[in-house]
């Protein structure tokens, strides 16, 4: 989803994302999940910009760059 996220709004020309392209290693992790439960007890601290919108603010500022 993330993948498909970032295609839709950097949207290159004549590309798509390659599913399955590159061959998977006997060793790859298929599933990973992220946890913020001990910087959250630790200091106090939680995420104030959701995933979407912070991807979408990254591909805005980046853009600007290149502008």
Partial sequence: ????????QVNPPN???LYGKIPFRND???HLQGNNEKIT???KWSPHTD????ITKTIIYEKSLSS
């Fill in 1 to 8: 989803s993330i993948v498909e996220l970032i295609y839709n």
């Fill in 15 to 17: 590309a798509i994302p």
């Fill in 28 to 30: 790859q992790v298929f």
């Fill in 41 to 43: 007890s630790t200091f």
């Fill in 51 to 54: 995933i979407v919108k912070g």
